[in-house]
C-alpha cells in the first residue's frame, strides 16, 4: 500500500487529543492539503487559521505554547521555513519553546506545482538551529510515530513530511527514536544512508545492484538531528564506503550531516545523490528519474563509486 507521509498528520493529532494530550495545531490557509483539516473537524476550537501568514502562524505557536500546550505548525515546507526562518529562529528556538513545525509537500516530489514550491533546503535550514531536532519519516507509519514522538517531547520539533505517495515500508508497531537510524537490508559493498521518499528508492537500488554482484546496505535515517552515529558508524566500518540518498540539496541535508560525522570520527570514502540545483515542474515519479534519484538513478551513482 502506498500513502503521503502527509496523510498521518491530522489523523494523528486528533488521536492524541482523544488521548489527552492538550495540543493545538496553527494553519497557514492550507489545512485541506496539510490534512490538518482533520484537527479543525474533530475539534474546532483547538485550530486557528491565520491565513497567508507564516511569520503570524508561529507567533501565534509561540503564544500558545507559552500557555501550557503542545502546538503543531501545518504550511507547505517552502513556505513553513523559508518565510518564517525568523521567527522559528528567534522566538522558537532560542528560547526552546514547545512547538513543532510540521510542514507537508517537502522536496522535488511536490511536482507540478514547480521550483517555487519545492523545498531543497529546509532540513539543512532547521538542523543549523539548536535545541531543534529534526525527523524524516520514511512513510506513513513513520509519520505517525515522528508526530508522536514531537508530542511527547518537550521543545521544537521539525517533522518533514509530503505530498507523494510513498510504499509503506513500516507497520503499526513503529516506534522510531530520537536519535533514531536502522538497517533496512543488510549489506557488505557499500552503505545508503537515506531519508524519507529516498528510502523506498534506496531500496529498489539495492534491488537492482544486487543483481551485478553488489551488495548494498540500506539505512532509513529517520533522525537526521540528532543522527544515530553509532548505527551509521558501524555500517560505514562493515562496508568501507557510504552513499547519501536524499530528496534535498545535498550542500546542508543529510550528505552533509552524516560527512561531518564520518570526518570527525571515522574518515570513509563518500559520494552524494541529491540535489543541486532548484526543481522543476513535471509529476513527482517524473522529477525522481530526471534528478537521478529513482531506484535506476541511484544504482547507477553507486555503480559508478563502486566500481571506480
Known amino acids: ?105 517537502a522536496g522535488i516530489t511536490v511536482g507540478e506545482d514547480g521550483a517555487t514550491h519545492q523545498s531543497l533546503e529546509d532540513i539543512g535550514m532547521m538542523r543549523a538551529l539548536p535545541q531543534m531536532r529534526v525527523l524524516v519519516p520514511a512513510d506513513y507509519w513513520a509519520a505517525k510515530a515522528a508526530l508522536r514522538l514531537a508530542a511527547e517531547a518537550d521543545g521544537p520539533f521539525y517533522v518533514r513530511m509530503g505530498r507523494h505517495k510513498v510504499p509503506e515500508i513500516y507497520d503499526e508497531t513503529f516506534k522510531g527514536g530520537v536519535p533514531y537510524a536502522t538497517v533496512l537490508r543488510e549489506g557488505s559493498d557499500v552503505t545508503l544512508v537515506a531519508c524519507g521518499v529516498e ?32 548505527a551509521i558508524l558501524a555500517s560505514a566500518a562493515k562496508t568501507g564506503r557510504v552513499v547519501s540518498v536524499e530528496e534535498h540539496n545535498v550542500a546542508t541535508g543529510l550528505g552533509a550531516a552524516v560527512a561531518e560525522l564520518l570526518a570527525e570520527k571515522l574518515p570513509t570514502p563518500m559520494r552524494f545523490a541529491g540535489m543541486r540545483t532548484f526543481g522543476t515542474s513535471a509529476p513527482g515519479d517524473v522529477l525522481l528519474s530526471h534528478f537521478g534519484l529513482d531506484g535506476e538513478g541511484i544504482a547507477a551513482r553507486v555503480r559508478e563509486f563502486v566500481l571506480a
Open 1 to 105: 500500500m502506498s500513502r503521503a507521509t502527509r496523510e498521518a498528520y491530522g489523523e494523528t493529532l486528533v488521536e492524541l487529543v482523544r488521548e489527552g494530550h492538550d495540543i493545538m495545531a496553527v494553519d497557514a490557509d492550507l489545512a485541506g492539503s496539510t490534512k490538518l483539516a482533520d484537527l479543525q473537524k474533530a475539534f474546532p476550537k483547538r485550530f486557528v487559521d491565520v491565513g497567508i501568514a507564516e511569520q503570524d502562524m508561529v507567533g501565534v505557536a509561540a503564544g500558545l505554547s507559552l500557555t501550557g500546550r503542545t502546538v503543531f505548525t501545518g504550511s507547505f515546507a517552502m513556505f513553513a521555513t523559508g518565510r518564517a526562518y525568523d521567527q522559528i529562529r528567534n522566538t522558537v528556538c532560542d528560547s526552546g519553546l514547545n512547538v513543532k513545525i510540521c510542514p507537508t509537500h
Open 199 to 230: 528510502v523506498a528508492q534506496s531500496l529498489a537500488a539495492a534491488d537492482i545492484l544486487i543483481q551485478e554482484g553488489i551488495s548494498a546496505e540500506v539505512i532509513d535515517v529517520f533522525s537526521v538531528k540528532p543522527l544515530d552515529e553509532d
